[in-house]
């Protein structure tokens, strides 16, 4: 079937709701895969079909095979809405592929799944994931970042694994820090309970004793500042946990820093801290 007949049997025959993966059907014909427009029409016993021989075209030789199939995953997942395990599953493995465009791909389609679905993961997704920001490559690198900044973390252990693996991202590769900064941000401001109890750990905190400032030196306690005023400022008032004075002062710090950093331009929460912070500062003034 040529790419053109592809094209208009798809559109008569009602394919998934996203031309993306008709144009993945059409790819994978034109390059040999065995896979018909047929295959990604809902239909009983088909479907189940479809997943199996799309699992196995991630393994396709051919680099724009597997980009295909890791497309039509994604939409399939997200038309079905039953089979998004089963994709994350499989997304996941193929960040293991030798290709950075088909890695960056995987990504992306985790992201835009999490968006949507905001899928379930398991201890094993979450460091699975994490070595992705070991990775050579800094497309590869930065999308993961986008992909973390939405996911859902099942506990404070794999937020803690996460927050853990993006400072020694920062450690490895200086040139990731603005990005980390905005993951961490987001990260904290979605998980605002598990944030907090996180920040004695990170801090360096001792419930025992009266904390002891410690000096903002590397991007790393740039970081770990981050996330701890974004989880603050995301608890609700009666349940958000005071600070040491210091840490307040770094508020302020951040504000400076991150203001003019590219990846903060559309975070409308950045503005809000300052006034925030300030609104603290006043109110200690008057009740000292």
Known sequence: MTAHASWEYCESTAPLRNAKCVRASTLMIENGSDLSPDDFLFGEGRHHSTWERLLHLTENEYSVIRNAAVDAICELSLASQ??????????????????????????????????????????????SLEVVLQDGDVDVRRAAHRLFRVLHYPS??????????????????????????????????????????????????????????????STEDYGKIIFVLSGNKACKPDTRPVLPAYVERYGLLVYAKLSDNPYFADCEELESLNSYRCQQADQKQRHP
């Not at 791909?105 to 201890?123: F, G, T, V």
């Not at 200086?174 to 979605?190: F, H, K, N, T």
């Open 156 to 217: 404070s252990e794999a937020l803690s694994h996460m927050v853990n693996g993006l400072l020694d991202n920062m450690r490895r590769f200086p040139e990731d820090a603005a990005s980390v900064y905005r993951c961490l941000w987001e990260m904290a401001a979605l998980h605002p309970q598990m944030a907090t109890q996180l920040t004695p750990g990170l801090l360096g905190i001792d419930p025992r004793f009266l904390p002891v400032e410690k000096p903002m030196e």
């Open 82 to 127: 039953v089979d998004v395990a089963r994709a994350v599953d499989c997304l996941i493995d193929v960040l293991n592929d030798e290709m950075e465009s088909v890695r960056v791909n995987a990504l992306r389609s985790l992201h835009n799944i999490a968006l949507i679905e905001k899928p379930s993961l398991a201890e094993i997704h979450i460091r």
